[in-house]
């Protein structure tokens, strides 16, 4: 029901563009999200933005460099990432909740559907 693409090797400084497809069920979800895994490490949050795209929020870590975005009218969540760094080397998912509220957004256990993953690697 989510399919990420856009995932690539890129070298520092460079930009990428991820995109998730979503069934017009999944993309109802209250709020869509990106988290990131990189080797040896636990999924963190990267973004997430409601259905409403009122607002979107963002990890200190990408904050300023990535962009969150979603076209409901083609069911497709964004993530423009700028200025990548060799630590944003990870493997990428995008998620669905519906039942997300604005404290556990963060939190991956808040998020019921999952992607199969693309992997960004940011070379040095």
């Known amino acids: 029901q989510l399919v990420e693409s856009g995932g690539g090797v890129v070298q520092t400084g460079d930009s990428l563009r991820l995109s998730c497809a979503a069934s017009e069920r999944t993309f109802s979800a209250r709020y869509m999200g990106w988290f990131r895994q990189a080797p040896g490490k636990e999924r963190e949050f990267v973004a997430a933005?409601?259905?409403?795209?009122?607002?979107?929020y963002y990890a200190d870590s990408v904050k300023g460099r990535f962009t969150i975005s979603r076209d409901n009218g083609q069911n497709t969540l964004y993530l423009q990432m700028n200025s990548l760094k060799p630590e944003d080397t990870a493997a990428y998912y995008c998620?669905?909740?519906?039942?997300?509220?604005?404290?556990?957004?963060?939190?991956?256990?808040?998020?019921?559907?999952w992607g199969q993953g693309t992997l960004v690697t940011v070379s040095s």
């Open positions: 933005i409601p259905w409403s795209r009122s607002s979107t």
């Open positions: 998620a669905a909740s519906t039942s997300a509220i604005l404290s556990s957004i963060r939190s991956s256990n808040a998020y019921s559907y």
